[in-house]
């Protein structure tokens, strides 16, 4: 029996992966240890700080419920999900680019006419039209594109959000939209604005600890699905936002940053259902086809529900 060394201890924990293991979960668990391992050497890791480490993942996960998932903010703010995003839009490219889910996405959003008003009358905050189109590469219309949106509150919390100060009706600042032939979409809300990250849990001592803010810059979430199509899980981010160059969680690609211009024409408010000035943000989306996006609405509903088992 040999002494382990610092040397041989990774290939020892290496030798114990069966040959038969499924390939891509033995490609990634390998390189797990030997990164960790790598790592652990680097910074001559004490069995105090280890043992420090899995403390705080055990707080990420006691904190964690069916509305607060801090294992995904943890992801998010070490900038793990928009490298993971960056490394898929290879994939996708000539789509419109990808952005963050964020841990505040709900399944099961209710089905809204275009120009549905998604804040539900919400008088505060800057009323707000976004419109667009949903194209393919080849810059033709899309029909029958389901476009899930869902935004924060004018009063920086998402509806559902653990803490959330003021009673918001179940699925406000949400809906989905569905387009017709000519590829459009369009609905009412109040102009987004910046927010923080929640701070009241693990995450929080880590972005403290290293001297971050936490806001993220304004911004819309979009998922938008149709069988035979990529799923594009992406966000829209306002052009006046302070926090563009310094997102918490690194989500923001110069594509995907649109103006809200203030449209004072009092026929337009008219038209829309506003009762003065509204904003106007405009924005087409590219969707690439795809065949083995057969069943394109269980896919991102999969997605979005997924657990760990
Ligand atoms: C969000 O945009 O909803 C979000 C994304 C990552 C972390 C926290 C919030
Ligand atoms: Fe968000």
Redesign the pocket.
């Known amino acids: 029996m040999r002494d382990l060394t610092k040397a041989n201890v990774t290939d020892a924990v290496l030798d114990k992966i069966a040959d038969n293991t499924e390939p891509r979960v033995k490609e990634i668990i390998e390189a797990l240890v030997r990164h960790a391992h790598d790592f652990i050497r680097e910074v001559n890791l004490t069995p105090d700080e280890l043992l420090h480490g899995a403390r705080f993942i055990q707080a990420v996960g006691q904190i964690s419920d069916d509305k607060r998932e801090e294992g ?2 943890l992801g ?2 070490l900038g793990l ?1 928009a490298l993971c995003e960056i490394l898929g839009d290879t994939v996708r490219a000539g789509a419109t680019e990808s952005s ?6 709900r399944d099961g959003a209710p089905d809204r006419q275009m120009e549905f008003d998604i804040s539900l009358g919400d008088a505060a905050g800057d009323p707000a039209f976004v419109s667009g189109r949903v194209i393919d590469t080849q810059g033709d219309p899309l029909e029958g594109v389901v476009l899930d949106v ?1 935004q ?1 509150a004018p009063n920086a919390f ?1 509806e559902a959000q653990v803490g959330q100060p003021d009673e918001y009706a179940d699925y406000a600042y949400r809906g989905k939209f569905t387009t017709g032939a000519d590829g459009r979409y369009w609905f009412r809300t109040r102009k987004p604005v910046n ?1 923080p ?2 701070t009241d849990g693990p995450v929080g001592t880590i972005l403290r600890g290293t001297g971050r803010h936490s806001w ?1 810059p304004a ?1 819309l ?1 979009y998922l938008i699905y149709k069988n035979g199509y990529q799923t594009i899980q992406t ?1 829209l981010f306002n052009s006046d936002s302070e926090y563009l160059d310094s997102d ?2 690194f ?1 923001v690609k110069e594509s995907l940053i649109i103006p809200y211009t203030l449209n004072e024409d009092a026929e337009a408010a008219t038209t829309h259902g506003f009762d003065g000035p509204f904003y106007e943000g405009v924005y087409d989306f590219v969707m690439k086809d795809d065949a083995s996006a057969a069943d394109a609405a269980a896919q991102y509903s999969q997605r979005a529900s997924m657990s760990a088992d």
């Open positions: 995904v903010l998010d703010v999900s963050l889910l964020g841990p505040f996405y869902w924060v998402y927010y990250v929640p993220r911004h979430h966000e918490a969680v989500g």
